[in-house]
Each structure stands twice: as C-alpha cells, then as structure tokens.
C-alpha cells in the first residue's frame, strides 16, 4: 500500500518534471522584422522542397513529406492550389529573368498535371480531394466531395493565364489553360463549368470532416467565377462570363445567409447532411480563410463588420482554450481551427493551434492595417503591431531551424503533427506580403 502510493507521488513528480522541462522555453525573440526576413527565404526554400520532390511525377505538391502518422505525402487539390498561388506571386516578384523561369515551369508542370488529374478516374470526379504521387487518384475512404478544390485551382490558374496573356502567350492559354470548347477541353475552364453548375450541392468542408453548405467553400467558388467571367471576356467568350457570372451573383444570397445577426456572427456551416456533428458554435478559422481567399471587391472584405465580430470570437474562444494561451510572457494568441476541434495530426485527442490559422489572423490585422494606412494612421499602426503580435507567437513556437509543422501542441508549445506542412509555409509568405504591403502604405502616407 505504502510503497503504491510512494509510486504514485514519485511517478506524478516524475511527469510533472518531464512537462515543465519539454515546456518550450520563453526565449528572448528576434524583433519581428529581423525573424520574418530570415523566415520569408525559408519558407520559401521549404515551400519549393514540396513541388515535386523525388519519387513523385511532375506537378505534385505535396503536403507534406511526412510519411506516417499522418501520412501526407500526397496531392491535396485544395493544398496545391493554395501554395501554387504563392508560386505565381513568387513569380510576379521574381528579380530575375532566371528566377521567373523557374517559377513559370512549376506552374506549367502544376496546370498539366492538374489536366491530368481532372481526366482520371476518380471516385466523386473533379470534386475528388486527393492524388497520389504517381497521378492516381486516391481511393481509401475519405470525405469526398470536396468542392472548394476547383474552385481554388481555378483561381491560381486564371490569375496566371492573365499574367501569361499580358506576356504575349495567348497561344499557349489557349491550348492548355481556357478554351471556350464544350465539353470543356481545357484545365480552367472544366473547373468553372464544374463550379457554375455544382455550387448548389453539399460538399465536405475544407477540414474534410462536414458535408454541408460551407461559408469557405462558396466564398472561394464565387471569387473562381469572378475571376474566371474577365478571363471568359479577355479571350471572346461572352456567353460563359455572363453564365459565371450570374452564378456567382445566384452564390451571394447563399453566402449572405451565413450571417446570424442574434449570434454576431458568419456561421461557417449551414445544412449539415453528415460528418462530425460536435461542431456546436459554428466558430471556425474557415471563415477568416474564405476571407482571406475569396473576398473580391467590397465583398465580405477584411473590414467588413460581420468579419471583426467573428474574427473577435474566434480569438477570443482560442485564448481562452488553449493552455499554451494562459501562459505569461509569450506574444499574441495561438488559434486552432475551431473550437470543437479535436484531431491532433497522430490522434484524437484534442484540437491544437495550428499554424496556418495563427498565420491567418496576422494576415487580417495587416490587411487592416492597410485599410487604415490611408486615413487613421495610429489606428493603422495599433493593426500591424497586433499582426507581429501573431507572427511573434509563429516565431515563438517555430523550431529552431524555421521548420513550420502542421499543429502546436497546446500544453507544452512545440510543433506537433505532420512536419514541414506546405501549406504552413504558403501561410507565412501571405502573412507577411501583407505585412509589406501595409508598411509601404504607411510610409508614403
Ligand atoms: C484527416 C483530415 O485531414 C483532418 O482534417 C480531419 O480532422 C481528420 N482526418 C478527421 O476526419
Ligand atoms: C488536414 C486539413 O484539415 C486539410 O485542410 C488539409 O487539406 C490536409 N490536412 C492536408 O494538408
């Protein structure tokens, strides 16, 4: 009996210890310029790791190159199209001829590997979220459709088509990236016809887990068919723009109807058919990533009212969930994904923050930021500092070498599931484009 609870005491101490010394230590911090310019060229380093690594065809992206637990060493369409977006901004900043080429072949590989995966044979055909590394798509159970995948791919690639059309490359859009052929020949334009006539239908959301009618998922189907009806005109398909964008037109009503004016709040998911149904706040990063992806216009822009209230809630929620979030001393608050949350990359057993939500909400302060910079300069400096505040708590959690996983483990700091997630790194180089952009607004002001 003695010696059992002997055990007891010395095991607890025993764990108590082992927390507190793997507690990630509040170190002095870089000031967060000096961190964000080493961070931007790993980022970048780490991001151009996934393309196509070895023992993959052409055009993959992978989302990570973790292997097991959990594996993701796979072509995610939503993934892929988030990150090729920031290979088509990596190459409008490009400051060689050398350097644009680069970019410019990954994302040809990217669109005709796209082709290519809209052409197999897949189980719930282009809403299918999932490819594997050799071009098949993947079978294994899963929540299938996944409708904002077309749609974000079509946004990455008709922004490119632009910028391809204002080089002189008209043949090359034509042939391989939007023809007005029906049925659709080409890579934008089979996702436009796949999100003009689809929107309507349930989907999972981008979680993978609800089928339903989601705030993400449409924000970014309209923006596809926004962006996708000016390429329809550039390239003498006036039919197919109004049809675009009628429906993106028909898509607002849907969206609209997300704002619950009791709750103050974008609900991020309406109509439930099936998938988890523990999500009861409805209080989700997803909406600030639809946002973020989506707003075209004045449309549910970063400063629109009903965005703060939500983004207010969310911070809120996460701050007072997370352990990691009671502790003193560390910069800013470290945000999951919703606050029911409970996948933890390698089980269940509770949400963590991740870093691509903590990475959003910086985003949104800058683009505040930005909002202000023309007017309210005090206001518009208070938003940038509360973005580095989010960058800072990135910083705080990120492993020594600036490698950037999936998740933060919520009670002891360090990264945790699935390492050197692409999207990670995608989220840091928006964040802080953001960032840039928000200074230089301030300084010709
Ligand atoms: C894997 C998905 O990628 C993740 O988002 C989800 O939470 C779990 N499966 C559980 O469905
Ligand atoms: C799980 C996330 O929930 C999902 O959004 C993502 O596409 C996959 N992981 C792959 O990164």
């Avoid at 609209?256 to 109509?271: E, F, M, P, R, V």
């Amino acid at each position: 009996m003695k010696l059992q609870v002997f055990a007891i005491l010395i095991f607890g101490f025993l764990s108590v210890q082992s927390h507190a010394a793997k507690m990630r230590e509040i170190k002095q911090l870089l000031p967060a310029e000096a961190w964000i310019a080493k961070q931007t060229a790993i980022s970048i380093e780490k991001l151009a790791e996934n393309i196509h690594p070895a023992g993959t065809v052409p055009g993959v992206v992978v989302a990570s190159p973790q292997r097991a637990n959990p594996d993701y060493f796979r072509h995610w369409i939503r993934d892929a199209a988030l990150v090729m977006d920031v290979v088509f901004d990596l190459h409008e900043r490009a400051q060689s001829p050398k350097e644009r080429q680069r970019w410019d072949s990954l994302l040809k590989s990217y669109a005709t590997f796209s082709r290519e995966n809209q052409m197999s044979y897949a189980l719930t055909g282009l809403g299918e979220p999932i490819f594997e590394v050799n071009g098949q798509a993947f079978s294994g159970p899963w929540g299938r459709p996944q409708n904002d995948g077309p749609a974000l791919r079509a946004i990455t690639l008709t922004r490119w088509a632009q910028s391809l059309l204002d080089r002189g490359e008209k043949a090359y859009v034509l042939t391989h990236l939007y023809s007005s052929a029906l049925p659709a020949s080409t890579v934008i334009k089979a996702d436009l016809e796949y999100v003009s006539h689809h929107w309507g239908a349930s989907s999972f959301d981008l979680w993978e887990e609800v089928r339903g009618q989601h705030f993400f998922t449409m924000m970014v189907q309209r923006r596809a068919l926004v962006l996708g009806a000016d390429l329809a005109d550039r390239l003498k398909d006036p039919q197919a723009a109004k049809w675009y964008r009628q429906q993106a037109k028909a898509l607002e009503a849907r969206i609209d109807s997300h704002w619950d004016a009791s709750k103050q709040q974008i609900l991020a998911t309406l109509d439930r058919v099936e998938g988890a149904d523990y999500k009861h706040s409805n209080l989700d990063v997803a909406v600030l990533l639809g946002v973020l992806h989506g707003s075209t216009g004045n449309y549910f822009k970063a400063n629109d009212g009903r965005v703060l209230l939500t983004v207010e809630k969310l911070v809120k929620a996460f701050k007072n969930l997370y352990p990691i979030n009671h502790r003193s001393g560390v910069p800013g608050v470290a945000i999951g994904r919703y606050p029911e949350d409970i996948y933890a990359g390698t089980n269940f057993d509770g949400g963590n923050p991740w870093v691509l939500s903590t990475l959003a909400l910086a985003q949104h302060c800058y683009l505040m930021a930005q909002e202000h910079a023309g007017g309210n300069q005090k206001q518009a400096r208070r938003w940038l500092e509360a973005g580095d505040e989010f960058v800072q708590r990135v910083q705080y959690h990120a492993n020594p070498d600036g490698s950037l996983s999936e998740q933060i483990n919520r009670h002891n700091g360090y990264m945790v599931s699935a390492r050197d997630l692409t999207w990670s790194y995608a989220s840091f180089l928006t964040a802080v484009w953001a960032r840039e952009k928000s200074v230089q607004m301030l300084k010709q002001k």
